[in-house]
């Protein structure tokens, strides 16, 4: 998992649109992860969304591998 997540935060953070993208992993349950991802607006992640790397990473491997994918959008307020 970590080294699937190193790929996707390698070619995310290439983007233009890309703010930052995190990844980290729990220490007390090292099998649990966390993606922090920031982009400059709404048509940038969707452009994120639309790579080949993004459908085969996060679409694909991560999917199929992990036992639970959730996500939540946030807009920052400072």
Known sequence: MAEMFHRLAIASRQEAGCLGFD???GIEEPRRFFAYEQYRDQAALEAHQQTEYFRNIARGELMKAGMRLEG???HKLW
Request: charged share 15%; glycine share 0%; proline share 0%.
């Open 72 to 74: 939540h959008r946030y």
């Open 23 to 25: 990844v980290h992993q």
